[in-house]
């Protein structure tokens, strides 16, 4: 399209591979995304039953029951809370295991559980209170990322849409006006432009998508 060449289109042919490894990003970021949600919602569980006088061993198991009630079969925070009570059940302490979960995840507010549930059991404090304020602190972070998604959820739609109209709006007029490009095609100074117009428009891709992904 920007070219129209065999030999560019060869030459510039390995950077399509780069695309797979793009989206494979974007999809671990949005399972974590999920995986913190659902994680917020299981903590939450089991702040309440330390609360109700359950020792920290049998709330995780307790924790399991509730959530195959509130979740699907298949759901992440199922399966990494069955894997949990495994860990259990082989005589692995539970703040072991959910370091194990915070490994895994590469979840930073997961990870920050992990450690408090592990100087919490070591210093042999207030494990209800500390464990609920954790679990509070946790459950802000995750509301305000939900509602900074919720609100630029409506630029992130736009944005896909001007990253395709580009490329739209070259098709239609390559169809509609043939040899209209010709000019870009076949000269020096028209593949210079086309380089340029190239760059900006990967750059602009780019920017869109870092000015929207908003860290807390």
């Not at 070591?122 to 464990?131: A, F, K, N, T």
């Not at 972070?141 to 609100?151: G, P, Q, S």
């Not at 001007?162 to 040899?179: A, C, K, Q, R």
């Amino acid at each position: 399209m920007f070219y129209k060449s065999v030999i560019i289109f060869f030459v510039l042919l390995p950077f399509c591979f780069l695309y797979p490894k793009l989206k494979k990003k974007e999809l671990i970021v949005e399972k974590k995304r999920r995986l913190l949600i659902e994680f917020k919602e299981a903590v939450m569980i089991l702040s309440s039953l330390l609360n109700a006088g359950y020792s920290l061993e049998n709330s995780v198991k307790e924790a399991l029951v509730e959530l195959r009630l509130l979740y699907v079969k298949d759901n992440l925070i199922i399966k990494e809370f069955e894997y949990i009570c495994q860990l259990i059940y082989m005589n692995i302490s539970v703040e072991r295991a959910f370091d194990d979960l915070a490994y895994r995840s590469h979840c930073e507010d997961i990870r920050s559980f992990a450690k408090v549930l592990r100087i919490a059991k070591r210093s042999g404090g207030e494990l209800e209170s500390i464990i609920a304020h954790t679990v509070s602190v946790i459950g802000d972070k995750v509301r305000i990322k939900e509602e900074i998604i919720t609100m630029t959820a409506a630029k992130r739609f736009e944005q896909k849409v001007m990253n395709i109209l580009p490329l739209l709006i070259v098709l239609y007029i390559d169809f509609s006006s043939p040899g209209f490009f010709n000019i870009m095609y076949t000269t020096i100074i028209g593949r210079m432009c086309m380089s340029v117009g190239l760059t900006v428009y990967l750059l602009a891709i780019y920017i869109s998508k870092r000015l929207l992904n908003i860290e807390v």
